[in-house]
Each structure stands twice: as C-alpha cells, then as structure tokens.
C-alpha cells in the first residue's frame, strides 16, 4: 500500500468522524431539549391542574365541611337580586319571530375570617326561548311544542364561588398531605413518575409552613412554579413550586431505547473507526518490518553467497586444484557458509510452523542444568573472542523435567546472542537459574545497550528488530525473540523482560516441571 495514501485516507476517515460526532452530539443535544421541554409541559400541565384543585378543596372545605349551614348563616343583603330580559324580534311576510332570554343574578358573601375573608357565592338563573306568530287573523293551533313554550318558565341555574382570604394564614387554606396527594396524582397522569419535592411560597418568594422534605434538600435546584392562590384584585398571593431531584435520570429511564440506540450507533462507529485506523497503521507497520526484514535476509545471504563464489572461483583455478590443503579448506568454506545460510532458511520457516501451529514439540526427560551448562560453555567461547564474560549461577535443587531439548536449545542461544549482539563493548553476560515453586527459572541477563519502555512491549512481534541507527549494524531477522516467546508458551511456560536503557536487560524463563 502507498504510504502517502494511508495518511490521506486516515485524515478523511478522521475529518468524517469527527462531522458524524459532532453531529450526533448536536442530535442528543437537540434530543434532551425536547424532552426537557416536553417534561416541562407536562409539569406546568400537572401544576396548573392541582392548584385548581388545591382551589376546589377550599372552597368545598368552608362550604360543606367547616360551614354546613350557609344557607342560614346571616349574609350580605346589599347585593339584592338583579333581572335582566332581552327580547328581540324579527319579522317576515306572515310571521313574527321573538327569540327571548331572562337572566337573574343573586350574590351572597359569607364571611369566613373576623379579618374581612369572605366567600362570594354567585347565583345564575337563566331562560331562553323563540316564539313564532303568524300576522294574519286566521287561529293558529296550539301544537303541545308551541304551548310548552309559551308556559315554559324553567331556568336554568349556575353556580360561581369566588374566595376572598388574604388574610388567612396558608396552614389554614391548604393541607399539606392533601396537596401532596393531589400533586402525585397529577403528575402520573401526566407521564411523569419521579421523586418531587414541592412547597408554597408567598409574595415575597419566601418559603412557608406547607413544604416536603425533599425540597428543602433540593431548594438550590432550578424549580417550577404557577400562581396557587390571588387576592381580590387577581394578583398571586402564594406560588406552588416543584423540584425534580432525579430528572435527568427520569429523563432518560422514559426515553432509554431511543438513547440507548443513540450511543450503541454512536459507540459502533467510533469502535469501527478506531480499529480501522488502527488497522491500516499496523499494515504500514508491518509492510515496513517486513522490508526491513527482506533486505536484512539479504544481507545476510550476501556474504556467504560471496564466499561461496570466491570459494568456487578458486577450486576452479588450476593452482589451487592441484593442491589438496587448498581444495579441503575452500571446500570446508563452502560447507561452512551454506550451513549458515541452511541455518537461516530454517529460522524462518521453523517461525512459519510455530505461526501456522505446526511445530510439535517431542518432550523427555532432561537434565535441564546439564543442558544449560553446556549451552553457556559454548557460547562463552564465542564471547570470549570479544573479551566478555559469560557466569553461570546455578541454584535450584530439582533441574530434571520433560522439555523438548531442541527447542530450548535453540531459545536459549538465541537470548544468548542477543545478549552478546546488543553489547556495543565487551559483552558481559550472567546465567542464573532457581526453583520458584513448581517453575524452573532461566534469568539471562546483560549490561549491553538495554531497550526503552516501548521497544520492550514489542520485541516479541515478529520481525520487530531494536532501532540502532544503522539497520545492518546488529545483524538478524527479528525473529528470535518471537521464537523464544512461542517456544515457552508451547511448554506452558512464561517469559520476562526487564530493561533499562543504556544498563542492560535481564530476560526471564519460567518452564513448569512436567515429569
């Protein structure tokens, strides 16, 4: 893939996101502003409906409750009964049409207070009707319709009652658990089921006696309000005021699979998003590992394939064909360099195998210190030719177990290698071993150039090499220490690292004691 198309789609991809997210952030912006709206219009809805009631129950309590015998009682006689009649007719060729309507009003006020708090009940009584007579002399029957309009004198009547109670304290007026009852009730019918906490405040927007609990935990909150009572000039004597403690949380229990959905869409494109991202990121990574990889192998394969040419070229010179020595030393040169590239040719399809699980592992009974030993005599040889150091410590009491001793050969030469590669100067390498429970542990440590924080977490990817500045100056494919890694696993076991760079890294093997 072209590496300036991944970064050109990647800007796209991350321009499109962050439209889509500001968008659907604006949506549930836009979304919870309905809802608190249309909550809102449920609560005013609620508050509007209890205060009538709240009204309703007074006047109910002082005229059949508190005073059973206002019919009784001493009234107010200055506002006599008043009548009203309007009459109007109309007239056509032979008829007349008169359409009639009576009206008495009678207004009583009850005094309910020694302080002037009085009720006002207001008496309607009204009649209607249309009669039709013909002009002419001729008698018109008296149909039973036209004789029950003309004797009909039944009125209607209505009922208006209005309070007047400016001076009564709100204790007196309003009941604390009744309104409470009122308010719950409203509010459900509304499709509002929540914790409330309500009070009454009067003029001033002063808290009074007729407050819940809850309020006054909740009176900081923004709340809502509508006008309770009035005086006698309709201006708002007492407001009734309502907080909602737990209404983002009501908001968003009523509306959960609109919002759920919401989040899931929202939370499933950003999750493709960033595995995308991430994806075309590891594919350029790994496209550059892998470049970085064929032309080490390259490298690798060009010396010996140079002396082995010079090699070839000098058997076929016939001063050199003559001459046994020289024959058995260029022929053991060429034995020699394609044993090497042999060698690297199966690193690489052993790390094959072990991807695609093929590598089966041929356990037995070991001398695991006896191998080590032997293993770390070896080397030291060839660290020796540096002038390093290669200790061994050993210290555990059970080393015989079932390993497949190839394999852990070849892991340990390769931490051993590693070790040895990646010291820029005399190499200086320590073999430890301890029982730590049922686990037989390897520590390989060094002082060479050590790994920062995150070459460490990486040095077991596949054909991830450390960076030092010239890429064939530490020779290799990458691929040790992912071998290493599988090798271990395939025996149940664990590997470690610790690194600190420019001091050195210590890498830890644990195998479990199979028997």
């Not at 836009?30 to 809102?40: H, R, T």
């Not at 040895?420 to 060479?448: C, L």
Request: no cysteine; charged share 25%; proline share 3%.
């Amino acid at each position: 893939m072209n590496n300036k198309f991944i970064p050109f789609i990647s800007v796209l991809m991350t321009i499109s996101m962050i439209v889509f997210v500001t968008l659907q952030l604006y949506w549930i912006k836009e979304l919870y502003s309905a809802l608190n709206q249309d909550f809102s219009n449920k609560v005013y809805s609620a508050l509007e409906s209890s205060a009538l009631k709240a009204q309703e129950m007074e006047v109910e309590k002082y005229l059949n409750i508190d005073n059973k015998n206002f019919g009784k009682t001493v009234v107010d006689s200055s506002n006599l009964p008043t009548q009203t009649y309007i009459q109007q007719n109309s007239d056509s060729a032979n008829r007349t049409t008169i359409t009639f309507q009576k009206s008495i009003v009678e207004s009583q006020n009850f005094p309910i207070s020694s302080k002037g708090d009085s009720l006002q009940l207001t008496k309607l009584y009204t009649d209607e009707g249309i009669l039709k007579i013909k002009k002419n002399n001729t008698a018109e029957p008296l149909t039973a319709q036209l004789s029950k309009d003309i004797s009909n004198n039944t009125y209607a009547l209505r009922q208006f009652v209005k309070l007047s109670a400016s001076n009564l304290p709100i204790e007196k007026r309003v009941d604390i658990a009744a309104l409470d009852s009122v308010l719950s009730k409203e509010l459900k019918l509304n499709g509002l089921n929540t914790k409330f906490g309500f009070a009454v405040m009067d003029k001033t927007n002063r808290l009074t006696k007729v407050v819940n609990d809850i309020y006054i935990d909740q009176k900081d909150k923004s709340n809502y309000t509508y006008p309770l009572f009035t005086d006698s000039k309709e201006r708002t004597l007492y407001t009734l005021a309502l907080v909602f403690p737990r209404k983002d949380y009501s908001l968003a229990k009523n509306n959960l699979p609109m919002l759920l959905g919401t989040f899931m869409s929202l939370l499933t494109i950003l999750g493709i998003y960033i595995i995308s991202i991430n994806y075309m990121m590891r594919q350029k990574k790994i496209a550059d590992v892998k470049t970085d990889f064929i032309n080490n192998m390259s490298h690798e394969f060009k010396t010996p394939l140079a002396t082995i040419s010079v090699a070839t070229d000098s058997l076929a010179n016939d001063k050199i064909a003559t001459n046994p020595e020289k024959v058995k030393y260029y022929s053991g040169l060429i034995k020699q360099e394609n044993l090497r590239m042999k060698k690297q040719v199966e690193n690489v399809l052993n790390m094959s195998k072990l991807e695609r699980n093929e590598v089966q592992l041929f356990l037995k009974e070991t001398d695991v210190r006896a191998l080590i030993k032997e293993i770390s005599e070896s080397f030291g040889l060839i660290v020796a030719q540096r002038n390093g150091t290669l200790t061994q410590e050993f210290n555990t009491s059970k080393y015989t177990f079932k390993i497949d001793e190839f394999h852990i050969s070849n892991a340990l030469v390769n931490l051993l290698d590693n070790a040895n590669k990646y010291s820029p100067d005399a190499p200086q390498i320590k073999v430890k071993t301890r029982n730590e429970g049922n686990f037989y542990v390897v520590e390989i440590s060094d002082k060479g150039m050590g790994m920062d924080m995150d070459n460490k977490t990486r040095i077991f990817e596949k054909f991830f090499r450390e960076e030092t500045g010239n890429i064939h100056n530490v020779k290799g494919q990458g691929l040790g220490l992912s071998y290493v890694k599988k090798i271990v696993e395939l025996h149940k076991g664990q590997i470690l690292v610790e690194s600190q760079k420019g001091k050195g890294s210590t890498f830890t093997i644990k195998l479990p004691m199979v028997h």
